[in-house]
């Protein structure tokens, strides 16, 4: 092991072939993959999403949602994602396709949200639970998104979108609102439109969860 | 000069390096400026990622700790310690290290050394920039990229001058045998660049479709301590074993054996990060089995820094050096081997998604790099400044909270993270009990983490007063006590 470049080239190969299997590989054909047509809405799969959830999945990024969340329901038997209800199925490759970043996630200190529009649709409980997840949960140990709030005097009529719900210490003052910023809904939007529930043919159901 | 015994004649590599002292001592001041730069900036970043750190962790169980302000929330302070300790502290401090032994192993005073101080204030200025990104929601939540594609080419040109002057070193190294650590030395310095620059062009500047990013992502940050770190550990290693107790090497052919293994198999195992994940079934059964073969190159080198130390454990009693750089060691060879069972998918199951992730990563980038680091520093700043660590007490007080404190956290988060797992695994359990299993132990790492960042507090008042050159001049090195035997040749620290 004297001859330098010898060993120049040894590093070189060894490195090159994870690369090709690793990254090469993944980007020339999982980075190439399409989305399929839905023959029962005429639409495509992965459906697509709204331009303010699009918006939204800015928000989760910058906020850091994915350090606690997960995105991903692993399959069975391997796991019990599915048995505990993460989501009807396994996700699968096809399924990140309308993702800018696909937020697959390392970390379940709070539960996986593959599925989470389905579980959870209502818009004004998302609102709630950034605001001060403790007005729904009360053992959550999610911190309080407050700062994509805004808690303003109410002029005249009750704006249409305050926040509903709110109680306890967290609830806004008498004659006050609150009101969720542009992000807010946005990232609102987001989690709404997070449901991996529709069927693809390489994903399919297990028959018993 | 003793005549080289029958061994050394056979392997002639098995030592670090020959040179009389006083070429060392003129190839050590070469090193002075960049070395002692990368050194400062390092520490500052380590007391700034360590306090972003224990943020994160009061954060978990106290959700309404400091929770008004949009840039002190969890999902920015915890991107922005790891950022903070991975590129501000760990990659400038083993730059550092790196271009010291690349000196010392080339036989030659380092060249262009202005190149060397350019890189670190960009590569400062790079780091500052994407840290301060990350606090203000630009991070883009791409785990170990999380710096805004505005601070990562200041980066890469940073990193491109040490690349290009690492080449030089070794083109113009003095001709006759290329020593283990320069193996790896050379092979992270290029590694290095290969990495980060692949996934930066395709998840950072030219982002490629969702499906296949997750790939890419831990394909580089899982190389990012496989490739990058772990060898320069290791070359630290190989380096100051033999040279603080005084015998070569225990075999020339388990360093060549462990060296190609760890390259081969380590590149392969980023997937065992998505076990279960939306990824073809043979690229993550690619990785299961390449953390498997891990065992040939963790165990190699294990045997070979044991069998050289074997019969002169009795050193760690009074080199500071050592006993950081075997605990180093010996947590390389634990963590290596948790790694490769936590890629086995039963276990992976129930420990991927929890706290037992992090304690593993912390033995690694703490328990394995960091401790390696500071060894090495104990080493090498006395030959930089021309002055001894003023005070050994305060050194084992250094060695005590780290090692306490990484113990404590890495137990910790090993154990809530087992129950936390087994609670998200059993159907019959609720998600709050894997929260209320976790807490306890959380408040245990929380701990650790004030324990920690003392040991660091103590090092970096140390390191200062070297700069500084305070305290009054000693006669010799900061030792822990007299050794029992020793010539002035075999007292290195």
């Known amino acids: 092991m004297n001859k330098l470049p010898l060993i120049f080239v040894g590093i070189f190969l060894t490195f090159t072939s994870a690369w090709i299997g690793l990254v090469a590989y993944p980007t020339l054909n999982l980075g190439e993959m399409q989305p399929l047509p839905d023959e029962e809405t005429g639409g495509v799969l992965p459906p697509t999403t709204s331009g303010l959830a699009v918006a939204g999945q800015k928000v989760y990024a910058s906020s850091g949602c994915v350090y606690c969340h997960s995105q991903q329901v692993r399959w069975s038997p391997l796991s019990t994602d599915i048995a505990k209800g993460l989501g009807p199925r396994q996700t699968v490759a096809r399924d990140y396709l309308r993702e800018k970043v696909a937020f697959l996630g390392t970390m379940r200190t709070g539960p996986d949200l593959s599925n989470i529009g389905a579980r959870q649709p209502d818009t004004n409980w998302h609102h709630q639970h950034l605001f001060e997840p403790r007005t729904v949960t009360d053992w959550s140990i999610m911190p309080s998104y407050r700062y994509l709030y805004k808690t303003q005097k109410i002029e005249g009529q009750p704006s249409s979108d305050a926040v509903q719900g709110l109680r306890g210490p967290h609830a806004p003052k008498l004659g006050y609102e609150v009101v969720p910023s542009e992000e807010a809904k946005a990232l609102v939007a987001y989690l709404l439109s997070l449901k991996k529930n529709y069927k693809l043919p390489e994903s399919p159901e297990p028959s018993e969860p | ?493």
């Open chain 2, 1 to 493: 000069m003793n005549s080289p015994s029958l061994l050394s004649s056979l392997n002639p590599s098995t030592e670090p390096d020959a040179l009389d002292s006083i070429e060392r001592a003129e190839i050590d001041a070469s090193t002075r400026i960049p070395v002692l730069l990368f050194f400062a900036s390092a520490i500052f970043w380590l007391l700034v990622g360590s306090s972003l750190g224990l943020v994160s962790a009061w954060k978990m169980t106290n959700p309404a700790l400091l929770d008004s302000f949009s840039w002190l929330t969890f999902g920015r302070l915890r991107p922005a310690h790891l950022n903070a300790v991975i590129y501000g502290w760990a990659t400038p401090a083993a730059i550092g290290v790196g271009l010291w032994l690349t000196a010392r192993l080339c036989r030659i005073p380092l060249l262009h050394s202005k190149l060397l101080i350019s890189a670190a204030i960009i590569w400062n200025l790079g780091i500052l920039l994407g840290i301060c990104g990350i606090l203000i929601g630009d991070g883009r939540s791409i785990e170990w990229l999380e710096f805004p594609a505005y601070s990562t080419p200041i980066l890469f040109i940073a990193y491109a001058f040490i690349g290009i002057w690492t080449i030089i070193m070794f083109r113009f190294r003095k001709p006759g045998h290329i020593y283990v650590s320069q193996w790896y030395l050379f092979a992270a310095f290029l590694w290095f660049p290969w990495l980060y620059a692949t996934a930066n062009i395709l998840l950072v500047w030219q982002p490629v479709q969702g499906p296949a990013q997750g790939a890419i992502n831990w394909w580089y940050a899982h190389n990012v301590l496989g490739l990058w770190f772990t060898p320069i550990g290791l070359a630290a290693a190989y380096y100051f074993i033999p040279k603080v107790i005084g015998r070569p090497i225990h075999s020339y052919y388990l360093s060549i054996l462990g060296f190609w293994s760890l390259a081969l198999f380590y590149s392969w195992n980023g997937m065992h990060h998505l076990i279960g994940g939306p990824f073809p079934a043979w690229m993550v059964s690619a990785s299961v089995v390449a953390s498997m073969m891990m065992f040939i190159p963790v165990i190699t080198t294990a045997i070979n820094h044991h069998m050289t130390m074997r019969g002169h454990f009795e050193s760690l009693q009074w080199s500071p050096t050592l006993r950081f750089i075997v605990f180093g060691a010996v947590s390389y060879t634990v963590v290596s081997l948790q790694g490769s069972s936590m890629a086995i998918p039963a276990l992976n199951t129930i420990t991927h998604f929890t706290d037992y992730t992090i304690g593993h990563a912390h033995l690694g980038l703490y328990a394995f790099f960091t401790m390696i680091l500071f060894g090495s520093m104990y080493y090498i700043v006395p030959r930089l400044v021309g002055w001894e660590w003023p005070s050994a007490t305060l050194i084992r007080w250094h060695f005590w909270l780290s090692a306490v404190g990484i113990l404590l956290m890495v137990g910790a988060l090993t154990l809530g993270g087992l129950l936390q797992g087994l609670a998200l695994y059993d159907v019959a359990s609720t998600f709050r009990s894997s929260l209320e299993f976790a807490n306890p132990f959380r408040v245990l790492r929380g701990i650790s983490g004030f324990i920690l960042l003392a040991g660091q507090l103590v090092f970096a008042f140390l390191f200062v007063q070297m700069l500084l050159k305070l305290g009054a001049p000693k006669k010799g090195p900061a030792l822990f006590t007299k050794p029992a035997e020793q010539t002035n040749d075999t007292v290195a620290i």
